[in-house]
C-alpha cells in the first residue's frame, strides 16, 4: 500500500526494506563518506515515521551516533533542525528531533512513538 511523505513523494513500504537492509550494513562495516552523512541522516528521520522502519532507523541511527562519525550525525542533525529549507518538512523536522531527544536522554528505543 503506498503511503505519502510530507512533501508529496509517495514511496512503497517494499522499496525502502533495501535501503535499510544495505545501509545496515554500510554503517556496520565501512564507513559513511562525510558528503554523504547529512542525506543519510536525513533519510533515517524520515523512514522514523514510517512504522514498518521505525525500528530499523532506530536500530542504524544509534550504530551511526555509535561509529566514529557519531559527533558529526549529530551536528547534521542540528543543521537539519536550522535549516529554513525544512521549515514545513513535517517528518524530517520530527526524526531529528526525536534523535536528538534520544541522543541527549540516551533512551534505550523508540517504543512511544506515535505513527498517527
Known amino acids: 500500500m503506498p503511503s505519502t511523505f510530507n512533501n508529496g513523494t509517495t514511496y512503497k513500504i517494499d522499496s525502502l526494506t533495501p535501503f535499510v537492509v544495505s545501509s545496515r550494513a554500510q554503517v556496520r562495516y565501512s564507513h559513511i563518506p562525510e558528503q554523504s552523512l547529512v542525506e543519510f541522516i536525513n533519510a533515517l528521520c524520515r523512514t522514523l515515521n514510517i512504522e514498518a522502519c521505525c525500528q530499523r532507523s532506530w536500530q542504524l541511527m544509534t550504530n551511526v551516533l555509535k561509529s566514529p562519525c557519531g559527533h ?45
Do not use: E
Open 72 to 116: 558529526q550525525g549529530v551536528i547534521a542533525l542540528c543543521a537539519t533542525l536550522d535549516n529554513p529549507d525544512n521549515m514545513h518538512v513535517v517528518n524530517l523536522l520530527r526524526g531529528a528531533v526525536f534523535y536528538l531527544s534520544k541522543t541527549r536522554f540516551q533512551s534505550a528505543s523508540p517504543l512511544w512513538v506515535s505513527h498517527s
